[in-house]
């Protein structure tokens, strides 16, 4: 059966200040293999470099920031830009801009 | 290493007439276990019901469009809607607006 649904109606979870998570697809929607979420980043708001071992693949959608490493800055996110993060690689993400900084964010289930 | 880079900047592979493909991220740029797509179905373009032993996470960027099904259509496709297409489950598209229709769709790199 296929699922269909709207982002804007997932709630979001609050994850720290300004940060805020909503889970689109995950193991209880009966995907098999990866969630997908939507990650927002409101202006001004700093998401302090941290690792895990599981990789991200990340869209984004809206917002302008900066992807960062503890040795300063990697790269900038604009709406169409794609990431790869590696399992176990440092990263995080700075809002650098006036509105929402939002993204895809898909990781695998077993993470 | 993270890799960071533009959708639009990616060539995009056609697969039929008016419907093509941009592979963002896949095995060969160290994905571990997904790969994510923009795929674009030109204005009027039906992209006919089919199937596959892999599941769809799909995100909708812009355009209008149908999910469709052999039954008929499933459910309408805007910007911000998600679709989970289970594997083995067949599944079409259409595009009814004016504009491209366009969407992210992540699949397992085992498919």
């Known amino acids: 059966m296929m699922l269909?649904?709207?982002a804007a109606e997932v709630?979001?979870?609050q994850v720290a200040?300004?940060?805020s998570i909503r889970w689109l697809l995950k193991a209880d929607d009966g995907a098999p293999n990866f969630a997908m979420r939507v990650i927002e980043i409101a202006p001004g708001v700093v998401f302090e470099p941290h690792q895990h071992p599981y990789e991200h693949e990340i869209y984004v959608l809206a917002g302008s920031g900066m992807l960062t490493n503890p040795a300063g800055d990697v790269g900038e996110l604009a709406a169409g830009k794609f990431v790869?993060?590696?399992p176990d690689e440092v990263h995080g993400y700075r809002n650098t801009g006036d509105a929402v900084l939002k993204?895809?964010?898909v990781i695998p289930?077993?993470?």
Chains 1, 2 share one sequence.
């Open 4 to 6: 269909i649904g709207k």
């Open 84 to 86: 790869l993060v590696p």
């Open 109 to 111: 289930l077993q993470s």
């Open 103 to 105: 993204f895809i964010c």
């Open 17 to 19: 200040e300004g940060i």
């Open 11 to 13: 709630t979001p979870q």
